[in-house]
């Protein structure tokens, strides 16, 4: 992110101006007041895709658009019933092929004259800079004797945009994606620091998880929920695993993959994890092949189950065990998770089971926003007599997932930025670790696991191409 006051001046246009409540300003829940944000957000997307994205708000409000030539500036109808008149004005900034500045103004017109009479009443607080304005903002039919004066940085509008860009569900995409063939894949070095699986037969435990180990427990088990596609969720795990198995308890960790893989990671567990071994798995597989690959096929995830068989190797005793649906949605895929994760407790009913999955799946409540959709995490609650689930809090960053664009039906697997709801975001006075609720809420988690900025984790098999119009039937995580 870039600082703000850098760009205080709108380039031919408007000055920006700090204001009150509701225009310039967000609510920091790290002081509880509302404030003129300090930096800029640079969204990791390309900028025709932000610009439209905030074109969509507008438009969703009832307001028309106009786009200026190059697609990088719009404005908008007036806004009803505002006196004197308004209308927004949107200013867009190509930063990269991925990199894009997005900023929305509340450009005010005043009567001819006035301007310095309002300047002058102006407090110090809401200082506003003069600069020339462009030939769209001037001689609006209906409006003579007005010119425009003040821009107002809507932060209230550029939230929108934050949470349409940064807060949308990722999918899992589930059917109707088939595998591409393995020469058509290239495979990102996961090993440590760029090397092979097997460089080293120790596992990369890392010290242990603040606060998890009072949930361990032989015949437990553990939900974790989102974000896949980062790093940080993965490396997680995997330190709960090796502090649970530092404790002589045997650990089935459950992933999200689809049944259907067990055979091909029993035989990759009980490899040496050479490269002969990361080829049979990779190559035999439907799952690590998928076109279009979502966060539970992430080089973070692949890098898990190989610590998992160094683990095993170290003489830990420790399962790895497949339990998604390949095809499957819907209250359908969630009786299949629930029935897959009971399947693999059964036959390790002494284990500590750590599952890693999506967010709704770990509920242990049904949801309420999706008719009567009864979560996995909530058909084993029923089942077993200790389950306990976690959401994760975290600080903006990075994440590899698919989403749906806003204006059409193509579905786009990439680098996206992800920011928390206010209620999972970390404050910096928040340390790493887990948080456990005094009381189950109604959500279904029954603590949270924080763990910091979050940085993406892309597939261990690139395709050649990862967006397109696609037929799969996503679940929304």
Same mark, same amino acid.
């Given at each position: 992110?870039?600082?703000?006051?850098?760009?205080?001046?709108?380039?031919?246009?408007?000055?920006?101006?700090?204001?009150?409540?509701?225009?310039?300003?967000?609510?920091?829940?790290?002081?509880? @007041?509302?404030?003129?944000?300090? @930096? =800029?957000?640079?969204?990791?997307?390309?900028?025709?895709?932000?610009?439209?994205?905030?074109?969509?708000?507008?438009? !969703?409000?009832?307001?028309?658009?106009? =786009? !200026?030539?190059?697609?990088? $500036?719009?404005?908008?109808?007036?806004?009803?019933?505002?006196?004197?008149?308004?209308?927004?004005?949107?200013?867009?900034?190509?930063?990269?092929?991925?990199?894009?500045?997005?900023? /929305?103004? @509340?450009?005010?017109?005043?009567?001819?004259?006035?301007?310095?009479?309002?300047?002058?009443?102006?407090?110090?607080? %809401?200082?506003?800079?003069?600069?020339?304005?462009?030939?769209?903002?001037?001689?609006?039919?209906?409006? +003579?004797?007005?010119?425009?004066? &003040?821009?107002?940085?809507?932060?209230?509008?550029?939230? !929108?945009?934050? =949470?349409?860009?940064?807060?949308?569900?990722?999918?899992?995409? /589930?059917?109707?994606?088939?595998?591409?063939?393995?020469?058509?894949? /290239?495979? $990102?070095?996961?090993?440590?620091?760029?090397?092979?699986?097997?460089?080293?037969?120790?596992?990369?435990?890392?010290?242990?998880?603040?606060?998890?180990?009072?949930?361990?427990?032989?015949?437990?088990?553990?939900?974790?929920?989102?974000?896949?596609?980062?790093?940080?969720?993965?490396?997680?795990?995997?330190?709960?695993?090796?502090?649970?198995?530092?404790?002589?308890?045997?650990?089935?960790?459950?992933?999200?993959?689809?049944?259907? +893989?067990?055979?091909?990671? =029993?035989?990759?567990?009980?490899?040496?994890?050479?490269?002969?071994?990361? %080829?049979?798995?990779?190559?035999?597989?439907?799952? *690590?092949?998928?076109?279009?690959?979502?966060?539970?096929?992430?080089?973070?995830?692949?890098?898990?189950?190989?610590?998992?068989?160094?683990?095993?190797?170290?003489?830990?005793?420790?399962?790895?065990?497949?339990?998604?649906?390949?095809?499957? &949605?819907?209250?359908?895929?969630?009786?299949?998770?629930?029935?897959?994760?009971?399947?693999?407790?059964?036959?390790?009913?002494?284990?500590?089971?750590?599952?890693?999955?999506?967010?709704?799946?770990?509920?242990?409540?049904?949801? #309420? *926003?999706?008719?009567?959709?009864?979560?996995?995490? #909530?058909? /084993?609650? &029923?089942?077993?007599?200790?389950? @306990?689930?976690?959401?994760?809090?975290?600080?903006?960053?990075?994440?590899?997932?698919?989403?749906?664009?806003? *204006?059409?039906?193509?579905?786009?697997?990439?680098?996206?930025?992800?920011?928390?709801?206010?209620?999972?975001?970390?404050?910096?006075?928040?340390?790493?670790?887990?948080?456990?609720?005094?009381?189950? %809420?109604? &959500?279904?988690?029954?603590?949270?696991?924080?763990?910091?900025?979050?940085?993406?984790?892309?597939?261990?098999?690139?395709? #050649?191409?990862?967006?397109?119009?696609?037929?799969?039937?996503?679940?929304?995580?």
């Amino acid at each position: 992110m870039r600082r703000l006051g850098m760009m205080l001046g709108l380039l031919g246009c408007v000055g920006c101006a700090t204001a009150t409540r509701g225009i310039a300003t967000q609510y920091n829940p790290e002081t509880g @007041r509302y404030e003129t944000p300090t @930096r =800029e957000v640079v969204y990791q997307v390309p900028a025709e895709d932000a610009m439209m994205t905030a074109r969509y708000i507008l438009e !969703k409000n009832r307001y028309d658009v106009m =786009e !200026k030539e190059g697609g990088l $500036e719009m404005f908008s109808s007036f806004i009803p019933d505002v006196v004197p008149p308004e209308r927004y004005y949107i200013q867009g900034e190509r930063l990269g092929p991925r990199q894009a500045l997005v900023r /929305v103004f @509340r450009i005010r017109y005043t009567q001819e004259g006035s301007f310095a009479a309002e300047a002058s009443g102006r407090s110090s607080e %809401q200082l506003s800079v003069s600069v020339s304005v462009p030939d769209a903002f001037t001689n609006v039919p209906g409006l +003579e004797g007005y010119r425009p004066a &003040h821009g107002f940085r809507d932060m209230g509008i550029e939230q !929108k945009l934050l =949470e349409r860009l940064e807060m949308a569900p990722a999918l899992e995409l /589930v059917g109707g994606n088939p595998p591409v063939p393995i020469r058509s894949v /290239v495979m $990102e070095s996961w090993g440590e620091e760029g090397g092979t699986p097997a460089t080293s037969t120790a596992p990369a435990c890392g010290a242990p998880v603040e606060g998890a180990s009072s949930l361990f427990s032989a015949g437990g088990v553990l939900l974790v929920a989102d974000p896949l596609g980062t790093q940080e969720v993965p490396f997680a795990a995997l330190r709960m695993v090796c502090e649970a198995t530092a404790q002589e308890l045997p650990v089935t960790l459950a992933l999200s993959i689809p049944v259907s +893989e067990q055979p091909l990671l =029993e035989r990759y567990l009980a490899s040496d994890g050479d490269s002969a071994a990361v %080829q049979e798995l990779l190559a035999g597989s439907a799952f *690590w092949r998928r076109t279009y690959q979502d966060g539970r096929s992430s080089r973070a995830m692949l890098w898990l189950v190989e610590q998992a068989r160094r683990l095993r190797v170290s003489g830990k005793d420790v399962a790895v065990a497949a339990i998604d649906s390949d095809k499957a &949605h819907g209250n359908e895929r969630e009786a299949q998770l629930a029935q897959h994760l009971l399947n693999a407790q059964s036959k390790r009913p002494q284990a500590w089971t750590l599952v890693l999955t999506g967010s709704v799946h770990a509920r242990t409540t049904e949801v #309420s *926003w999706d008719g009567d959709l009864e979560p996995m995490g #909530s058909r /084993v609650a &029923h089942a077993l007599p200790s389950v @306990r689930a976690l959401d994760v809090g975290f600080q903006r960053g990075t994440q590899f997932a698919c989403r749906y664009s806003v *204006w059409d039906e193509e579905v786009e697997c990439n680098v996206f930025g992800i920011s928390p709801t206010l209620e999972a975001r970390q404050s910096s006075k928040q340390a790493a670790g887990l948080n456990l609720f005094t009381s189950q %809420q109604p &959500h279904g988690f029954h603590g949270r696991l924080y763990l910091g900025s979050l940085t993406a984790s892309p597939p261990a098999l690139q395709a #050649s191409r990862q967006a397109t119009t696609v037929n799969p039937v996503p679940a929304t995580k």
